[in-house]
């Protein structure tokens, strides 16, 4: 079992940035994958970008460039760092986990098992 909590959210101009953190607890070791995820009201979720134990990060076209995911292992924690944030950037933010296999070098926005409460990222115009 993993555990996720996401904290960070909030209200932001457009232009301005804000740091999303995912602390995540239980069985955490060995390969695999964590993922940032997106639901605006009436949409669909969508990736935002992944990074496996390895650190090889993938992002969503709509993200690269302005998005940053990192990881610090010895606080078991993931982060998304956004910035020149756009009024389409509001939404509930997720965290996510699962395992990764062995073929992969990067993360799929695929099989998700694990996932976060969720935070709230506002970006006003």
């Known amino acids: 079992q993993v555990q996720l909590v996401e904290s960070g959210g909030g209200s932001v101009q457009a232009g301005g940035s804000l740091r999303l953190s995912c602390a995540a607890s239980?069985?955490?070791?060995?390969?695999?994958?964590m993922g940032w995820f997106r639901q605006a009201p009436g949409k669909e979720r969508e990736g935002v970008g992944t990074?496996?134990?390895?650190?090889?990060?993938t992002y969503a076209d709509s993200v690269k460039g302005r998005f940053t995911i990192s990881q610090d292992n010895a606080k078991n924690t993931l982060y998304l760092q956004m910035n020149s944030l756009k009024p389409e950037d509001t939404a509930m933010y997720y965290c996510?986990?699962?395992?990764?296999?062995?073929?992969?070098?990067?993360?799929?926005?695929?099989?998700?098992?694990?996932w976060g409460q969720g935070t709230q990222v506002t970006v006003s115009s």
């Open positions: 996510a986990f699962r395992r990764r296999g062995w073929w992969e070098s990067t993360c799929s926005y695929m099989g998700y098992a694990y």
């Open positions: 239980g069985d955490t070791y060995s390969n695999y994958c």
């Open positions: 990074i496996p134990n390895t650190g090889n990060t």
